[in-house]
């Protein structure tokens, strides 16, 4: 298990060196605080403080998952993240550790890069928040009433604040996220490892355009049962016209993951290793 820790570790450390994080954490910043523009407005014309549980929304807005995850795949565009160091931890510890390493390392990113959304999402809202536990004022008026004349571009989803708690609501969310972030970076991991490299973000794009796409498909059930970006979509849930049951996603996206790990896992020791340069 060491060996394995180590390789993900290097993938890590590296990071602050690679000028695509960098522009990848600009990009994080922007985006953050363009979805949550406008409500500190709503909030001071309401004389009504927010409460902290926005994150669920901001992934039931498509325009909003199309751009967080673009950015997503913007961050491990490199993968398989081979360089020189890399082969020397292949002959160390051999491919299939290496493997594993390289995997744990797309999970600790997708941890990291949706924990930081929550996080952005706090700061910009924090001249306007205040603890509570409940939905509050704001939200529940926003979701029944919409906002009226002020630009809020995330849509508050009245159905979300009836079927689930705010806490529920955002580790819902959350981990949906998470699953979604780890299936997106092992598919573009294992086709750039065993095809040519660009084919992997190819298909993470199209899958990700795809959800955007069924926004506008009047009867999009199909779509939505195959479209793993979508899954993490809290107004897909339980919709008894378009929805699907709350286990589907949990289960489709592990499942994915775990499909598509042991498909590269059975594959890493046919096949040779090229130094890529960092973008």
């Known amino acids: 298990m060491g060996k394995i820790f180590q390789t993900a570790w290097v993938n890590v450390r590296k990071m602050p060196s690679v000028p695509r994080i960098w522009l990848a954490a600009v990009f994080l910043i922007l985006f953050s605080r363009e979805a949550v523009s406008g409500i500190g407005e709503y909030c001071i014309t309401q004389n009504t403080a927010i409460s902290p549980w926005i994150y669920p929304f901001i992934f039931t807005t498509n325009y909003y998952i199309l751009l967080f995850f673009f950015n997503f795949i913007l961050l491990l565009a490199d993968a398989p993240f081979m360089d020189e160091s890399q082969l020397f931890y292949i002959l160390r510890c051999g491919k299939k550790k290496w493997y ?20 952005l999402t706090l700061i910009w809202l924090s001249p306007y ?3 509570q536990s409940g939905w509050g004022k704001i939200l529940i008026t926003m979701a029944m009433k919409g906002t009226g004349n002020y630009a809020v571009d995330i849509s508050i989803g009245q159905g979300i ?17 998470v699953l979604a972030g780890i299936f997106l970076g092992i598919l573009m991991f294992v086709m750039n490892l065993m095809w040519k490299r660009g084919s992997g973000i190819a298909a993470a794009s199209v899958l990700v355009m795809l959800q955007f ?25 339980n919709d008894t016209s378009l929805g699907y049951p709350v286990w589907y996603p949990f289960l489709g996206l592990i499942g994915l993951i775990m499909v598509l790990g042991a498909i590269g896992f059975r594959k890493i020791h046919s096949l040779s290793f090229e130094v890529q340069e960092e973008t």
Do not use: H, T
Not at 161 to 177: D, G, N, Q, R
């Open 129 to 131: 928040m205040k603890w």
């Open 213 to 237: 796409f069924i926004y506008f498909e009047v009867s999009g059930r199909f779509l939505r049962l195959i479209s793993p970006i979508s899954w993490m979509n809290l107004s897909y849930i």
């Open 100 to 119: 594993v390493g390289q995997i744990l390392y797309i999970v600790i990113v997708s941890v990291f890069y949706f924990s930081f959304i929550f996080i």
């Open 161 to 177: 604040i009836e079927k689930y708690s705010p806490i529920s609501a955002c580790v819902i969310s959350f981990v949906l996220c």
